[in-house]
């Protein structure tokens, strides 16, 4: 029963580069979270998707961020023409949407990194 | 807003007991229990519900106080697996973001 998988784990760009960020939820969850970790801090969230529909994007730059899940494949988190504020760990969490409990499930992360 | 947790860091031995708060100025609806350590991926604990329900982790326990707007996880006879650094997150209904508080860094020492 695999849980939530990101790809890749650590990516490295360089200034003005794109990263492209993918995010497979658990098996049976519609629901997917964007968060975002900078070095000893906590979790900042950053963008709510179901299938086809961004639900809530109030955490996420208004330029050069964007997101998406489509009804095939994995969620992706694009970043355009990063820069050096961008480095961080990016987790993406799911959930099955189905519970009052609406447990999220976090995958193990991709650490970007910008030289 | 953002929920504060308390104490920012905590040092124990094997054995003792730990609590940490977490608080929010806005009105509750579940608070969600999460511990991670150093590069890794947050991992589910604990989450509350207003009313009271909860459900999770076996070997730690929470409270939920609505009118407070407060939650407290409760580490018994802890373990160094237990170290980490714990955040709680609230959620305004029941389904979407989490907004986290800055974490408490727990470390268990032999």
């Known amino acids: 029963n695999a849980g939530v998988m990101q790809n890749p784990r650590h990516l490295v760009r360089r200034r003005g580069q794109e990263a492209r960020l993918r995010c497979s939820p658990m098996?049976?969850?519609?629901?997917v979270y964007w968060y975002r970790q900078l070095p000893e801090e906590g979790l900042k969230f950053m963008v709510y998707l179901q299938k086809e529909n961004i639900i809530d994007e109030s955490g996420m730059p208004k330029e050069r961020f964007s997101a998406e899940f489509p009804k095939e494949g994995p969620s992706i988190l694009r970043i355009q023409q990063v820069v050096r504020g961008d480095s961080a760990a990016y987790f993406c969490?799911?959930?099955?949407?189905?519970?009052?409990?609406?447990?999220?499930?976090f995958g193990p992360g991709t650490r970007l990194t910008v030289l | 807003q953002q929920p504060v947790q308390s104490p920012q860091a905590v040092i124990l031995r094997e054995g003792e007991d730990a609590v940490i708060n977490c608080s929010s100025s806005k009105a509750l609806y579940s608070v969600h229990w999460y511990r991670q350590k150093h590069g890794e991926a947050p991992v589910f604990l604990m989450i509350l519900l207003k009313g009271g329900e909860q459900k999770g982790h076996e070997k730690i326990s929470a409270s939920f106080n609505e009118k407070k707007q407060q939650s407290s996880l409760y580490l018994t006879a802890s373990q160094l697996s237990y170290s980490g650094t714990y955040f709680c997150g609230t959620g305004g209904g029941s389904q979407g973001n989490l907004i986290f508080g800055k974490g408490t860094k727990l470390s268990v020492k032999p």
């Open positions: 969490a799911s959930s099955s949407g189905t519970s009052d409990y609406n447990e999220q499930f």
């Open positions: 098996k049976g969850h519609s629901h």
